[in-house]
């Protein structure tokens, strides 16, 4: 049983959330909160497998909650969701910790899924969301202590990278690409090296960041 905190300010929203996940036999709603402050008292004591996060709230936002929780280190793999296809405000999530974002009318078996990848020390992250992200981060240049020097990825090393991003574990993608898993996990290895980056969604973001998924 995976067991999730919903945080969102919108209990109509909260109480669909929950009614949905309720019809999913390995997925439990433990907990929720209507704000990022409460989300903070409720989290730590809860320990979800898996955090629902909205980021526009009072009090205190979703990035807020994700800085405060990583520093307190007792944040879980979080699902950020929101209302809102803003890839500045995903680039803000995913650099504050969240491990997939996705908008809220996201099918139940979409989520269901992406519940399940975040459980699994997976991502996941919506093709909307992840156009508008590809997006926000063309337009943005990487702050300064984000640049590295990366080697050339290898055609293979890209195929394995749009799928780490699209959330797929290192077995999914093994049959994806008729590969054994344990050449997958050489070049995720590989990619993480030449990234410069110390799991696979920093490597996503730099490799966005650089134009390696292009």
């Given at each position: 049983?995976?067991r999730?905190?919903?945080v969102?300010?919108?209990?109509?929203?909260?109480?669909?959330?929950r009614?949905?996940?309720?019809?999913?036999?390995?997925?439990?709603?433990?907990?929720?909160?209507?704000?990022?402050?409460?989300?903070?008292?409720?989290?730590?004591e809860?320990?979800?497998?898996?955090?629902?996060?909205?980021?526009?709230?009072?009090?205190?936002?979703g990035?807020?909650?994700?800085?405060?929780?990583?520093?307190?280190?007792?944040?879980?793999?979080?699902?950020?969701?929101?209302?809102?296809?803003?890839?500045d405000?995903?680039?803000?999530?995913?650099?504050?910790?969240?491990?997939?974002?996705?908008?809220?009318?996201?099918?139940?078996e979409?989520?269901?899924?992406?519940?399940?990848?975040?459980?699994?020390?997976?991502?996941?992250?919506?093709?909307?969301?992840?156009?508008?992200?590809?997006?926000?981060?063309?337009?943005?240049?990487?702050?300064?202590?984000?640049?590295?020097?990366?080697?050339?990825l290898?055609?293979?090393?890209?195929?394995?990278?749009?799928?780490?991003?699209?959330?797929?574990?290192?077995?999914?993608?093994?049959?994806?690409?008729?590969?054994?898993?344990?050449?997958?996990?050489?070049h995720?290895?590989?990619?993480?090296?030449?990234?410069?980056?110390?799991?696979?969604?920093?490597?996503?973001?730099?490799?966005?960041?650089?134009?390696?998924?292009?």
């Open positions: 049983m995976i999730v905190v919903l969102d300010d919108q209990t109509l929203v909260r109480q669909g959330v009614g949905l996940l309720e019809l999913v036999p390995d997925i439990e709603v433990v907990g929720e909160a209507c704000d990022g402050e409460e989300a903070l008292e409720k989290v730590p809860l320990k979800p497998d898996v955090l629902l996060l909205d980021i526009r709230m009072p009090r205190l936002n990035i807020g909650v994700l800085d405060a929780l990583r520093e307190r280190d007792a944040l879980p793999p979080t699902l950020v969701l929101t209302t809102f296809d803003d890839g405000a995903a680039i803000a999530a995913i650099k504050a910790g969240a491990k997939g974002l996705m908008l809220k009318d996201v099918a139940l979409d989520l269901a899924q992406a519940i399940r990848a975040l459980a699994d020390n997976r991502t996941a992250f919506q093709p909307a969301v992840t156009e508008s992200l590809m997006a926000a981060i063309r337009r943005t240049p990487a702050p300064a202590s984000d640049t590295y020097i990366a080697e050339a290898t055609v293979r090393e890209r195929e394995v990278l749009h799928l780490i991003c699209a959330g797929y574990s290192n077995k999914e993608i093994a049959d994806l690409l008729a590969l054994a898993e344990g050449t997958v996990k050489n995720v290895s590989n990619l993480l090296l030449k990234l410069n980056a110390r799991d696979r969604t920093r490597a996503a973001l730099k490799a966005l960041q650089e134009g390696h998924l292009g």
